[in-house]
């Protein structure tokens, strides 16, 4: 069973069909239990950083995602999710993140031309191997929306780059944490193979 963590953070419902579409039980929840039992652990989200870490200390969840990234069980965090993980946000000066990651996230810097947010698809490179990518080849296209991006504190757990204004890390992957910035959800074929990968993973 993969639990998809509710804390009221968008593209909750997205993440669960897919999983759905690839045959896969998924339940939407905030239950400390249903989580820490969990064969697979999601953290989904849309919005501002420190809206969503008072939201996850409001539910009680911080110290829920902690255990669950200390015991093994393979989590991937999406988006906003994968932001969360990391130290600290400029989007929310004087906000702590879940720190279980080293690095922080920045806001995309403005350029002649250069929308933001980034709403699109986008190519993703591979600095380093990675699970989430088996059978995905390189240059592939996901579909990305943010206004902040990642930059890690340790280049070895970066396992996607995409270039837009700057070089974004766009996923990780560390033991058995995982994230995207980009949304497997929304990236057709390609998105699926991601997930599949991730509820494949023992």
């Not at 766009?170 to 998105?191: L, M, R, T, W, Y």
Request: aromatic share 8%; hydrophobic share 40%; proline share 5%.
């Amino acid at each position: 069973m993969v639990a998809i963590i509710d804390y009221d953070a968008g593209n909750i419902k997205s993440v669960e069909k897919a999983l759905q579409a690839l045959g896969e039980n998924a339940v939407i929840t905030r239950d400390k239990a249903c989580i820490l039992e969990a064969d697979k652990v999601i953290l989904p989200g849309v919005g501002a950083f420190g809206d969503a870490m008072q939201k996850l200390e409001d539910y009680g969840l911080t110290d829920v995602i902690r255990e669950v990234a200390e015991k093994g069980t393979p989590f991937l965090g999406i988006c906003l999710g994968l932001q969360l993980l990391f130290e600290r946000s400029e989007e929310s000066e004087g906000v702590d993140g879940l720190g279980i990651l080293p690095g922080e996230i920045l806001r995309i810097p403005e350029a002649p031309g250069l929308k933001i947010p980034h709403i699109g698809w986008n190519s993703l490179s591979y600095p380093n191997p990675g699970r989430l990518f088996t059978g995905v080849k390189e240059n592939s296209y996901v579909y990305f929306v943010h206004s902040y991006y990642l930059r890690s504190s340790d280049p070895s757990i970066v396992t996607a780059e995409t270039e837009y204004g700057t070089r974004i890390h766009a996923s990780v992957e560390k033991d058995n944490i995982f994230a995207c910035q980009f949304h497997p959800e929304k990236s057709s074929a390609v998105g699926l193979t991601i997930l599949k990968n991730f509820i494949s993973l023992t």
